[in-house]
């Protein structure tokens, strides 16, 4: 089994910071892309920031310029700094992460749980 975890959520002001973690846990041969997404009531999933094992990273436009991603690969982790956040970056931010299982040859997409942020104004 492979498990995606989530924490750092929480209440912060406009304006305000916080930082988002994900460990991924189970029996991992190798991890591809890591990212995050989010899902605000009514709205569809979208993407927040996505990293490559080499580092490569993009960002969705609301985002850029305010949040950065970073991973390390040897703890397999991926983190989110969120800065001057909005009161639109209220939604839960969800952990994805492509990983190859030991003993297969495919990577498959895993998701965690998702972590509240919510901003007020």
């Known amino acids: 089994q492979v498990q995606l975890e989530e924490s750092g959520g929480g209440l912060v002001q406009a304006g305000g910071s916080l930082r988002l973690s994900c460990a991924a846990s189970?029996?991992?041969?190798?991890?591809?892309?890591m990212g995050w997404y989010r899902q605000a009531p009514g709205n569809q999933r979208e993407l927040v920031a996505a990293?490559?094992?080499?580092?490569?990273?993009n960002y969705g436009e609301p985002v850029k310029g305010r949040i950065t991603i970073s991973r390390d690969n040897a703890k397999k982790t991926v983190d989110l700094q969120m800065n001057s956040l909005k009161p639109e970056d209220t939604a839960v931010y969800y952990c994805n992460g492509n990983i190859r299982r030991l003993g297969t040859q495919s990577f498959l997409e895993y998701w965690g749980r998702g972590t509240q942020v919510t901003v007020s104004s």
């Open positions: 990293i490559t094992g080499g580092g490569i990273t």
């Open positions: 189970g029996s991992i041969f190798s991890i591809g892309v």
